[in-house]
């Protein structure tokens, strides 16, 4: 039945996907640091190419410590955010 589906504004066409090479960079410090045995616990929220955000976590991320440095990306996080308006 959604083949029967007209857009008010031509085909649809999805955008191309695009990557990052600073992310991609970042993701791949990370996973070096990971499998060296200097990273055992990570968090962090994630912007998709849909502009959804998610996060996740795995190792070990209990303890205060974790939960200030997520303070920390956060007060960072919104002075970006507040210089872009």
């Known amino acids: 039945m959604s083949e029967n589906v007209v857009s008010l504004h031509g085909t649809y066409v999805p955008a191309a996907p695009e990557t990052s090479k600073v992310v991609i960079e970042e993701l791949e410090r990370l996973l070096s640091a990971a499998r060296s045995g200097e ?13 959804t955000i998610t996060y996740s976590y795995a190792g070990k991320v209990a303890g205060f410590g974790m939960i200030g440095g997520i303070e920390c990306l956060k007060e960072r996080l919104l002075r970006i955010a507040l210089a872009r308006e």
């Open 39 to 51: 990273i055992i616990g990570l968090a962090g929220s994630f912007v998709h190419s849909n502009k």
